[in-house]
C-alpha cells in the first residue's frame, strides 16, 4: 500500500486544524486598538499551538520520508495521532479565553502528552513494519526528544494547578527543543544512500 | 480518466469534515473543570464519528488501491457517498449537545445508513467499471460486513425511540467490527500479482 | 508550467465550499423532530448547492484531463471562477433560510451566472494556449450546455421576483442537464488517441 | 528531501484561509436587498483579501517550480510565511466590519507587512539551498516589485491614521502590481532550458 493517500490526508487535517485556530481570534466589535489589546492571550496561545502543529507536520514529513509503504495498523496509528492533534484547537482557545488558567493549561498539556504518545505508537508501527535494521529504525534511533517531552508534559500538568505560567514556560520550552527539524532522518538518509 | 483527483478531493471533503466536528465542542466560559464536563456526551459523540469517517477514509482508500480508472458514473457515486458523509457532523453535533435523545440517535443512524448504501453503489460502479472478474470484484466479494452493517443500522433506528442507548451500542457495535482493515482487498491483491 | 498544483488547489477550495454549506444546517436545540422540520428549506438549498459544486468539480475535472499545461493567464481565470463559487455557501444559506424568497432566490442566480461565465473565460484560456486545433478546442465544441445554462439564468433572476419557485425550478433544470458528465471530452479523447 | 508536501500543505493551508473569509459574509436575517447593502464593505475587504491570496499562491507556485529541493530552514520559512496569511481572515474582517476604520487598515498593512518580508526570508532559505548561480537565483534577480511592496505598505500603515481609505488605495496599488503572474521566473526558467 502506498504512502501518498496517507501524507494527503494528514495534509489535509493539519492545514485544516491550523487554520480553524484562527477563528478564535473573534473580530473585535469596536474599531480602535482597545478592541484589539483583549485579544494577545489568545494570540500567543494560537501561537503556541501553531508552532506545535508545525512541528508535527514538520516531524511527519521527516518520518514519512524514510518510509516505503503503510499497512492498516500504520493507518489507524496515524489516524490516532489526528484525533489528539484535532484537540488542539479547543484546548488552544480554552486556554487562551481564560489567561492560562490551571485547567485550561493542565489540560493543553493532556493533549500533547496524548499527541506524543500517539506519535511514538505511530513511529513503532512504521519500524515493526520496515524492520529493525531498516533505515527508519535507525533514523529513529533512541527517540530522546520524544521522551524528555513526555517526561517535560507529566511535569508540567500537576505544575499548572501550582503555577499555570510555568507550565506554560515548559510547553514553549518543548516547542523550542523540537523547532530544530529532526537532522537524525537527514543524516541517517544521507548515509543510507 | 485517472483515479489521482477523485482520491485527493474524497480526502479533502473527508479531512474537513473529521475537523469541523471539532468545532462543535464549544469552548466553555469559565475556566474551571465544571466547564468541561458537560461537554463529555459531545465528546463522546466526537469520537464515534471521528472512528467512522477514519473508517470510510480506511476502506475508500483501500478500494481505490485496487481501482485503475474512474469515469464520470463513479464520479457521482463518490459524490453521492461525501454528501451522507457531509451530514455527519450535524447529527453527531445535534446527537451530542442533546445527551443521545431518541430522534437525534436515530437520524444519525439514518445518516449512517444512507452513506453505507452509497458506499455499496460506489463499490458497484467501480466493478461494473473493471469487470465481474476483475481483482477489484473478487477482492469485494460477498461483502458480507457491508451488508450485516446494514441490517444492524436498519434494527437500530426504530431502536432509538425504544432505548437510544442500546442503539448507539449498536452503532459502537459497527464501529469495532469495521475497525479492522478490509484485509480481503489486501489478500487479493497480493494473490493477483 | 504543470497542471498539478491548479488541480490540487481548486480541489482544496472546492472541498472546502461544499463542507462549510453544511454548518448552515444549525444544529436545533430541541432533541425532538420539531427541531429538525425548520430545517427543510436549508437542506434543499444545501442538496442544490451540493449539486452544482459538484457539477463544476466534475466538469473542472473533465476539463483538466483534457489540458497539458497552465500559464498565469488560466492561473488567474481559475481563481476567477473559484471566487464566484466561494460566494455559493453565502447565498445557498441566505436562500435556504428565508425559505426561497425573490432577492435571495435571484442573487443565487446571479452567483451562478457569474461563474458560468467565469468557466466559460478559464476554457477560452485554456483553448487560447493549446491552440483551435487542440483536442481540447475540439472537446469543448460549441459548448452548447454553457451557453443555455446562461440563457436559463438570465432569464431565472427576473423571475425570481415574479415566482421565486419557478426561478428555484428553472436551477434545478440547469443542474439536471448538467449531471450528465461532459461525455465530449471523453469522446474527443477517445478517439484523439 | 522533496518539494511535493510542501506544495500540498501550503496549498490546502490557502486553501482554507480563502473559503474561511467568506464566512465573515454573515447571512442577513431579512429576506430583502436592505439586508444586503450593509455588507458591501465586508464584501470589498474580501475581494481585496482574495486577490492578496490568490497572488500568494501564483506567486508561491512560480518560485516551487524553479526549485528541486527543500530542507528543514525552507519548510520553517514557508510556515512563517503561512502564519502571517492565517491572520489575513482577522483582519480583513475587522476591516470589512468597521468600514475601513483607521486602525483596522493600519493593522490589515502590518499582516500584509510581514507577509512579504516572510516571503522574501522564504525566497532566501531557497537560494541559499540551491547556489547564488542557480536558476532560481537569477529568475528572483532584485526583486524590484517585493521591495516596492515593503516601500509602500511601510507609507500605507501610518497613512492609515491620516486617511485611512488612501491607505486602502496603495493596497490596492500593491495588489495591481503584482496581479501580473512573476514572468522573471518564466523568462528565466525558458532560457535556462
Request: aromatic residues 12%.
Amino acid at each position: 500500500m502506498t504512502k501518498g493517500r496517507m501524507e494527503a490526508f494528514s495534509d489535509g487535517v493539519l492545514a485544516i486544524i491550523i487554520t480553524i485556530m484562527v477563528l478564535e481570534l473573534n473580530i473585535p466589535q469596536e474599531p480602535g486598538v482597545s478592541g484589539l489589546l483583549p485579544l494577545w492571550p489568545i494570540l500567543v496561545s494560537y501561537i503556541l499551538s501553531f508552532v506545535f502543529l508545525g512541528i508535527y507536520w514538520s516531524n511527519h514529513h521527516h518520518l514519512l520520508q524514510a518510509v516505503q509503504r503503510v499497512n492498516g495498523r500504520v493507518l489507524w496509528a496515524n489516524l490516532h495521532l489526528l484525533f489528539w492533534l484535532t484537540l488542539i484547537p479547543f484546548v488552544t482557545g480554552w486556554m487562551g479565553e481564560n489567561h492560562f488558567a490551571p485547567w485550561p493549561v493542565a489540560m493543553y498539556g493532556v493533549v500533547l502528552l496524548f499527541a506524543a504518545i500517539a506519535y511514538f505508537i505511530l513511529t513503532k508501527a512504521l519500524i515493526r513494519l520496515h524492520g529493525k535494521d531498516s533505515v527508519l529504525a535507525n533514523a529513529v534511533g533512541r527517540d530522546f526528544k520524544g521522551k524528555i517531552s513526555v517526561v517535560i508534559y507529566c511535569a508540567a500538568i500537576p505544575l499548572a494547578f501550582v503555577h499555570s505560567w510555568s507550565a506554560g514556560a515548559l510547553y514553549v520550552l518543548v516547542a523550542i527543543m523540537w523547532l530544530m527539524p529532526d537532522r537524525r532522518i537527514e543524516k541517517t538518509l544521507k548515509s543510507g544512500e
